[in-house]
């Protein structure tokens, strides 16, 4: 079945750095887009950016770009957001979802929780 | 931006009731516009995509409708499971891809 398990969220300290994975598996990754989004604790969804299949073509939320940057390395499976300059209100549980019918999310990890506090 | 607007924000219901959600966007998004489920804890699930397409696994208790501005989930008899967060959320001009602000359906 399909999977993606989102890993690396954790408490950091406003100004800093942390690097989130999301390791896919029952299904061919190479061939999909990927997506984070997120949502900041008792709020909505929030999109924050895209990667293509092939990793050519990256797009970002207003909110996160210039500092943050999506990558994938096809060979792993794996997908990554690296989080730089954080704020507070990139505090947020962070999914990646894999993008289906052109834009949708039929398949969601579990989420891994950013907490941005000093 | 477009941008998705969703009433009310909370509906109180009785299980076996019907549940109407709107979704009203700032453009039209042609049938672009998708609704998910989201409870406590949990990753959101698509139940509804291209407005009135249900998604794999999903009960035909749920529909979808509405192109242009103006869309509608209902759910047509309240199971208890049924009660949580619902989203929309547009593809048909992005980036970004933008989401409504919810509407959560409670347990009256």
């Known amino acids: 079945q399909v999977q993606l398990v989102e890993s690396g969220g954790g408490v950091v300290q406003p100004g800093r750095s942390l690097r989130l994975s999301c390791a896919a598996s029952g299904f061919t990754f190479s061939p999909y887009a990927i997506h984070w989004v997120r949502q900041a604790p008792g709020k909505g969804l929030e999109w924050v950016a895209v990667?293509?299949?092939?990793?050519?073509?990256?797009y970002y939320a207003d909110s996160v770009k210039g500092r943050f940057t999506i990558s994938r390395d096809n060979s792993k499976n794996t997908l990554f957001l690296q989080m730089n300059s954080l704020r507070a209100e990139d505090m947020a549980v962070y999914y990646c979802?894999?993008?289906?019918?052109?834009?949708?999310?039929?398949?969601w990890g579990q989420g891994t929780l950013v907490t941005v506090s000093s | 931006e477009i941008e998705l607007t969703q009433s009310p924000v909370t509906l109180s219901l009785s299980p076996g009731e019907r549940a109407t959600l709107s979704c009203r966007a700032s453009q039209s998004v042609s049938s672009y516009l998708a609704w998910y489920q989201q409870k406590p804890g949990q990753a959101p699930r698509l139940l509804i995509y291209?407005?009135?397409n249900r998604a794999t696994g999903i009960p035909a208790r749920f529909s979808g409708s509405g192109s242009g501005t103006d869309f509608t989930l209902t759910i047509s008899s309240l199971e208890p499971e049924d009660f949580a967060v619902y989203y929309c959320q547009q593809r048909s001009s992005w980036p970004p891809l933008t989401f409504g602000g919810g509407t959560k359906v409670e347990i009256k």
């Open positions: 291209d407005a009135s």
């Open positions: 990667i293509s299949h092939d990793g050519t073509n990256k």
């Open positions: 979802a894999r993008g289906d019918y052109g834009g949708f999310f039929e398949y």
